[in-house]
């Protein structure tokens, strides 16, 4: 339980010295922070926060978003409160195709080069490495499942990322092994052992079945899904990761529940489901 991590936005009304209370108070020893939430609180005081808490940053969510104007500006930005927060790893939700905004309708304009795409990732993420390594900070790409693919990550698959990330130290770029995203893969199981010391970062949810209609919110809390979690998880520790376990869900009626309650619940489901039993 002492690498169980809880994501901000599973407790999504929580403020940030409400989430590091609940930490507190129900023995959770990592948070995976948000950057619009730690804006709102102040950097500053987010770090001292934490400190005196005595709790590690699992995460810092998110950079990316590379088809955006001002995205090299907005990531530097990402990266200097990763520094300043002493977060495990940055993590990076590439953005979409050009043009396709989430949530909105592609317009006729749009672009609709994938290839296009994912080179301007491979080229965005050549650029904030430098920096990135000046910080000390470690980037982790996040494939997203496909279903996003149009609007929030060109990247799809495991093998994508790490494919991504291999011109690159794995100490500077790794990656996001998320169960929502990459249950489904036929090839998970030996993409997760290529990763190896890449695995930057483990969070866990389970899959909606069926999708609501906002497949935003499709993750649900661990046993309310589909996901056999034990063998990911077993999978990620044989690939020698160490790190925190972190619980991340969009899912309104999580958002809407005693946030109290869904820690107490998210403690038990970790415990039965996510960690291998004897």
């Known amino acids: 339980m002492n690498r169980l991590s809880l994501n901000q936005w599973t407790t999504r009304r929580w403020s940030v010295p409400e989430a590091v209370?609940?930490?507190?108070?129900?023995?959770?020893?990592?948070?995976?922070l948000w950057r619009e939430p730690v804006a709102e609180y102040g950097l500053a005081e987010t770090v001292r926060l934490?400190?005196?808490?005595?709790?590690?940053?699992?995460?810092?969510?998110?950079?990316g978003f590379f088809t955006g104007g001002t995205w090299l500006r907005d990531n530097r930005a990402a990266i200097?409160?990763?520094?300043?927060?002493?977060?495990?790893?940055l993590v990076l939700v590439v953005g979409g195709l050009p043009g396709v905004v989430p949530?909105?309708?592609?317009?006729?304009?749009?672009?609709?080069d994938l290839a296009a795409a994912?080179?301007?990732?491979?080229?965005?993420?050549?650029s904030l490495v430098p920096y990135a390594?000046?910080?000390?900070?470690?980037?982790?790409?996040?494939?997203?499942?496909?279903m996003y693919c149009a609007d929030r990550a060109v990247l799809s698959t495991l093998k994508q990322a790490l494919d991504l990330a291999e011109p690159y130290p794995a100490e500077r770029v790794g990656v996001v092994v998320d169960t929502f995203h990459v249950w489904w893969?036929?090839?998970?199981?030996d993409q997760i052992a290529r990763a190896g010391d890449r695995i930057a970062s483990y969070q866990v949810c389970?899959?909606?079945?069926?999708?609501?209609?906002?497949?935003?919110?499709a993750r649900a809390m661990m046993g309310d899904g589909v996901i056999d979690f034990a063998p990911l998880t077993a999978a990620v520790a044989a690939a020698g990761y160490t790190g925190d376990i972190e619980v991340e869900i969009f899912n309104a009626d999580v958002w809407a529940a005693d946030p109290d309650g869904v820690v107490e619940t998210m403690k038990r489901r970790y415990s039965e489901l996510v960690l291998p039993q004897d």
């Not at 200097?80 to 790893?89: F, T």
């Not at 994912?118 to 050549?126: C, I, N, P, S, Y």
């Not at 390594?133 to 496909?146: D, K, N, Q, T, Y």
């Open 21 to 32: 209370e609940g930490c507190r108070k129900h023995g959770i020893e990592a948070i995976g």
């Open 185 to 189: 893969d036929p090839e998970v199981f």
């Open 133 to 146: 390594e000046e910080r000390g900070v470690r980037l982790a790409l996040e494939p997203l499942h496909p």
């Open 50 to 63: 934490v400190q005196d808490a005595g709790l590690r940053v699992s995460s810092l969510c998110r950079g």
């Open 206 to 217: 389970d899959q909606l079945t069926p999708l609501p209609a906002d497949v935003l919110l």
């Open 103 to 112: 949530g909105e309708p592609p317009g006729l304009r749009t672009s609709r």
């Open 80 to 89: 200097d409160e990763a520094a300043e927060l002493g977060a495990a790893c």
């Open 118 to 126: 994912r080179t301007h990732v491979a080229e965005a993420l050549e």
